[in-house]
C-alpha cells in the first residue's frame, strides 16, 4: 500500500514536501518513482529513484533543478522536494512502484491514491 501525502495550496515560487508511505512489501527493493496528471492531460512522469544503494535519480526535463526525490529505506518512505513551484506544476502527484525499467509507465505494479497540489500564479 502506497499513502501520498503533502499536497496542499501554495503561491508560485513556493516549496512542498510530499511524502509516500510504504506499506506490506519490501520497500528496499523496488524503484519509486512520482507521476502527476493535470486536470485534462495525461498522467505524466516526474521523477524515479533507483533502488540500488547508489540510488540514482531520474527527473522530466520540467522539473529539473526544481525538484527532488529521494527515499528513506529505513523509513519506507519516498519524498519529492518541490521547489520554486509553478501554475503549470498544478495536478495531482502519485507515487508508484516498479521492479522495470523506471520509464516504462506499464511496469509501475502499485500506485498511491494521490495528492492534489495546487499552485496559484
Known amino acids: 500500500q502506497l499513502v501520498e501525502s503533502g499536497g496542499g495550496l501554495v503561491q508560485a515560487g513556493g516549496s512542498l514536501r510530499l511524502s509516500c508511505a510504504a506499506s506490506g512489501r519490501t520497500f528496499s527493493t523496488y524503484t519509486m518513482a512520482w507521476f502527476r496528471q493535470a486536470p485534462g492531460k495525461e498522467r505524466a512522469f516526474v521523477a524515479a529513484?533507483?533502488?540500488?544503494?547508489?540510488?540514482?535519480?531520474y527527473y522530466a526535463d520540467s522539473v529539473k533543478g526544481r525538484f527532488t526525490i529521494s527515499r528513506d529505506n529505513a523509513k519506507n518512505t519516498l519524498y519529492l522536494q518541490m521547489s520554486n513551484l509553478r501554475p503549470e506544476d498544478t495536478a495531482v502527484y502519485y507515487c508508484a512502484t516498479t521492479r522495470r525499467d523506471y520509464r516504462l509507465e506499464d511496469g509501475y505494479d502499485y500506485w498511491g491514491q494521490g495528492t492534489q497540489v495546487t499552485v496559484s500564479s
Open positions: 529513484i533507483s533502488r540500488s544503494d547508489i540510488m540514482p535519480t
